[in-house]
């Protein structure tokens, strides 16, 4: 059996109809993660739609499983300093 290693964090971004228009979160948090040196401990990982429509686009980080509505580049941005880089038990 072959070991798989996981990130310590991850941010799963909604993929469905609505939350899937918004592109440009998923692409932030990749390109944040690159920036920040975190390609090893940090993930961005498309999960199915999560039926909260009316709130796109959704984003979940783990392992705290905090989840974050209509979010924006700037509440991104925000998200990212404040849960990933801030707290650096990454």
């Known amino acids: ?3 798989v290693s996981f990130p310590k964090k991850s941010i799963f971004v909604c993929d469905g109809s609505k939350c899937g228009k918004h592109k440009e979160i998923k692409k932030y948090f ?3 993660i690159k920036d920040a040196g975190l390609k090893d401990q940090v993930e961005v990982i498309k999960m199915e739609c999560t039926d909260r429509c009316k709130h796109a ?7 705290h499983n905090e989840w974050f509505a209509e979010l924006t580049i700037w509440k991104a941005r925000q998200v990212f300093e404040e849960q990933i880089l801030a707290k650096k038990g990454v």
Not at 57 to 63: A, G, K, M, R, S
């Open 57 to 63: 686009p959704i984003v979940c980080l783990q392992p």
């Open 1 to 3: 059996m072959s070991a």
């Open 30 to 32: 990749k390109d944040a």
